[in-house]
């Protein structure tokens, strides 16, 4: 079946502008994460997202990051007024609920902040 | 504070030869140590993964070795392939936390 896909690929902004990423988990994964990848710097966590509990938001950054996951499936993280050291892969995977269930990643949004 | 450290960084094996990348974990409450695969301009995927009742899980040319006592886990690539060469991540999670990942070691078998 279908994977977890992400949109857009690639985005290039301007500094302090604001940026909308897109996830489309796997169906019926009830549970979402954010990740971002620096170069060098392995996958540091940002958000989590588990069926309709409060979000795990321990790990975003600044207060400039916010993510929303509508109907429990596309999630959204918005970046606002972003930085150059908001340039990073930011990835996207999910699972099925359980402690049992493997984690699955999209292909990244490789963003380019200048 | 780094909980999942991944040695080295960069790894060159001769193809045939055997790749080993090392971890190591501070909170004994992780149970859960999987191993991702990334290739450029691609998501980390899946490779081998192992709970911590176990000491080694083999999977094809992919070992995972762990020593509980040690808070240590390792990955061994049997006859590496150049078809292997990527970067690898290590990680490790208690329940269902989110996983911490290693930094990650960029392996590139040469022919």
């Known amino acids: 079946g279908a994977g977890v896909s992400q949109s857009p690929s690639n985005k290039v902004t301007e500094k302090g502008k604001d940026v909308e990423l897109r996830c489309d988990p796997i169906s019926g994964h009830t549970a979402l994460y954010w990740y971002r990848q620096s170069l060098g710097q392995g996958l540091e966590f940002l958000i989590y997202?588990?069926?309709?509990?409060?979000?795990?938001k321990s790990g975003l950054p600044s207060d400039r990051f916010s993510a929303e996951r509508t109907g429990g499936s596309v999630s959204t993280l918005t970046i606002q007024r972003t930085q150059q050291e908001d340039s990073a892969v930011y990835l996207c995977a999910s699972r099925l609920a359980g402690v049992n269930y493997e984690q699955y990643f999209g292909p990244g949004t490789r963003l380019t902040v200048t | 504070q780094q909980q999942v450290k991944q040695s080295p960084q960069s790894l060159i094996v001769q193809k045939g030869g055997i790749s080993i990348i090392n971890c190591a974990y501070e909170n004994t409450a992780f149970d859960y140590f999987p191993w991702y695969q990334q290739f450029p301009g691609k998501g980390p995927a899946l490779l081998i993964a192992i709970r911590p009742d176990v000491s080694e899980k083999k999977e094809g040319r992919f070992t995972i070795s762990f020593n509980k006592s040690a808070k240590q886990f390792s990955l061994h690539i049997m006859d590496s392939q150049p078809g292997d060469s990527a970067t690898y991540f290590c990680?490790?999670?208690?329940?269902?936390?989110?996983?911490?990942f290693g930094k990650g070691t960029r392996l590139s078998v040469i022919a």
């Open positions: 997202f588990q069926g309709n509990s409060a979000p795990d």
């Open positions: 990680a490790a999670r208690s329940g269902n936390t989110p996983l911490v």
